[in-house]
């Protein structure tokens, strides 16, 4: 079975950048889809980036639009979150997902990271 192993999340101030990595081990199918998503405290988890494994498509959350970007290596196995220009609001819980379709609905994704914290101060 596949796991998914995040790294990148950490404390940083308003205006800052954060890389967040997602490495796939085990063997298993490449995913059609992967995800980011995020639950703040207190906050029911929201999407936030969704890539096709072959990069053809990707989609964001308006809230990270403009600010975030979702890629991945297919060599490394590994999805990556760049996050620039850090607001307070962006402070939660991201988890990596992979799935069989390219949507923004958690329940599709079939596979979850375990979790990485990101933390904005002002």
């Known amino acids: 079975q596949v796991q998914l192993i995040e790294s990148g999340g950490g404390l940083v101030q308003a205006g800052g950048s954060l890389r967040l990595s997602c490495a796939a081990s085990?063997?298993?199918?490449?995913?059609?889809?992967m995800a980011w998503f995020r639950q703040a405290a207190g906050k029911e988890r929201e999407f936030v980036a969704a890539i096709t494994w072959s990069g053809t498509s990707s989609n964001y959350a308006d809230s990270v639009k403009g600010r975030f970007t979702i890629s991945r290596d297919k060599a490394k196995n590994t999805m990556y979150l760049q996050m620039n220009s850090l607001k307070p609001e962006d402070t939660a819980v991201y988890y990596c997902a992979r799935g069989p379709s390219f949507t923004v609905v958690a329940a599709v994704y079939d596979a979850w990271g375990q979790g990485t914290q990101v933390t904005v101060s002002s």
């Open positions: 085990g063997r298993s199918l490449s995913p059609y889809a």
